[in-house]
C-alpha cells in the first residue's frame, strides 16, 4: 500500500501531462461522396486568407497539410479534384489555484488557533486552439469533408512547428472517412 502511495503523485503528473499535450480530433464527411475519386488537390486561397492567423502560422499549416496528402497518394495540381483550406479558432484559458492550506482564521475576536496562511492564488493561463482543414469537392464547390483538432498551442518556435505537425498529422488519420488507424 505504500509503495502504490508513493507512485501515485507520479502518476497523476504524468496523466495532467499527458493530457495537456494531446490534440483531440473530429471529422466530418458527406456519406454520399466516393472519396476515391480524389486525386489531386489545390489550396483554396480565398479561404485561408480569412484565417485569422499569421501568415508564418499559414504557411506551416499547409506545408503540414501539403506532406500529409502527398504521404496520402495526392498530387498538387492546376486543375484539382480537392480544395483544401482552412479555419482557426483560439480560446483563453484561465486557471485559478488557491494553494492555501492549513487551519485558522480570523474573526470578529482576533486570530483563532492554528496554523497556516494567507497566500495569493497562483494563475495559469493557456490558449487553446482549434484548428479545422475542409475539403472542397473543386466541381460542385461543396464542402465535403472537414476535420477538427483541438489543442494547446506554444509560442516557442520550434514548439509551434512541432505542435502544428502534429495536429495536422492527427486531424488527417482521419482522411479518407473509414479508414481512420
Partial sequence: MKK????????????????????????????????????????????????????????????????????????KSEKPDVL?????KSNQRVDVYNNSWGAGAWGWGGPRWGWGWNSQPNIS?????????????????????????TGYLSKNVEKKEERIKEFVAKIMEKYPPGMEK
Avoid: H
Avoid at 490534440?23 to 479561404?47: H, I, L, M, P
Avoid at 483544401?84 to 482557426?88: E, R
Avoid at 493561463?125 to 483538432?149: M, P, R
Fill in 4 to 75: 502504490i502511495m508513493k507512485l501515485l503523485p507520479i502518476v497523476l503528473v504524468a496523466i495532467a501531462l499527458t493530457s495537456c499535450s494531446s490534440v483531440k480530433v473530429a471529422a466530418d464527411y458527406d456519406k454520399a461522396v466516393d472519396f476515391n475519386n480524389y486525386k489531386t488537390f489545390a489550396f483554396f486561397k480565398s479561404g485561408i486568407d480569412k484565417a485569422e492567423i499569421s501568415d508564418l502560422d499559414k504557411r506551416r499549416i499547409l506545408r503540414a497539410i501539403e506532406s500529409e496528402l502527398l504521404a496520402k497518394g495526392f498530387t
Fill in 125 to 149: 493561463t493557456s490558449t487553446q486552439g482549434v484548428l479545422f482543414v475542409d475539403l472542397i469537392d473543386a466541381n460542385k464547390k461543396e464542402l465535403v469533408w472537414q476535420g477538427q483538432g
Fill in 84 to 88: 483544401v483550406s482552412i479555419f482557426t
